[in-house]
């Protein structure tokens, strides 16, 4: 959807704080029994460390990665625009997950011994949120509030 570098530099740096925001609420409310008021002022004090570090591997990791991966399975100007942005969105998800979840667990989870019990867990638990998340509301209203703000740029 971006069409210039400072372009995908800004749709990235939304996406990031959309996904990295909701995904911290989601854990905090797991480590909490439960979703409260305070999850959303609580989660600003993990957002100055996650929000930098998403931006950084999306931007230098794992974007070029998920393309060449959803390339194998559809074809830019073959398939359907929607199955292209399927595709793309859910090999970053399968590839941030991880990552997000494995600095989470060395940042936040005190993990000890279990580190490696810790991190798959909290992989596992996070990667249906992350992907329907993304899929259902993060990924439209960010390209909703991308279009809205480059649309004369996109128009051309």
């Not at 400072?6 to 990295?20: G, S, W």
């Not at 830019?76 to 793309?88: E, R, S």
């Not at 940042?107 to 996070?126: D, H, M, R, Y």
Request: charged share 10%; net charge positive; aromatic share 16%.
């Amino acid at each position: 959807m971006p069409k210039t570098k400072f372009q995908n530099v800004i749709f990235t740096i939304i996406m990031a704080l959309v996904m990295v925001y909701a995904m911290i609420c989601y854990n905090i409310s797991l480590n909490t029994g439960g979703m409260k008021n305070e999850v959303f002022l609580l989660a600003f004090h993990e957002l100055i460390i996650m929000w930098p570090l998403a931006f950084v591997l999306e931007m230098f990791v794992v974007e070029r990665l998920a393309q060449k991966l959803a390339f194998r399975i559809v074809t830019p100007g073959k398939d359907k625009p929607i199955f292209i942005t399927l595709a793309i969105s859910s090999f970053i998800v399968c590839l941030m997950c991880p990552m997000m979840s494995l600095a989470a667990t060395i940042l936040f989870k005190n993990a000890g011994s279990e580190f490696v019990a810790v991190w798959i867990q909290t992989t596992a638990l996070n990667f249906p949120m992350a992907f329907f998340w993304q899929i259902f509301f993060a990924g439209p209203f960010v390209r909703l509030v991308f279009r809205t703000m480059f649309k004369k740029q996109l128009a051309n």
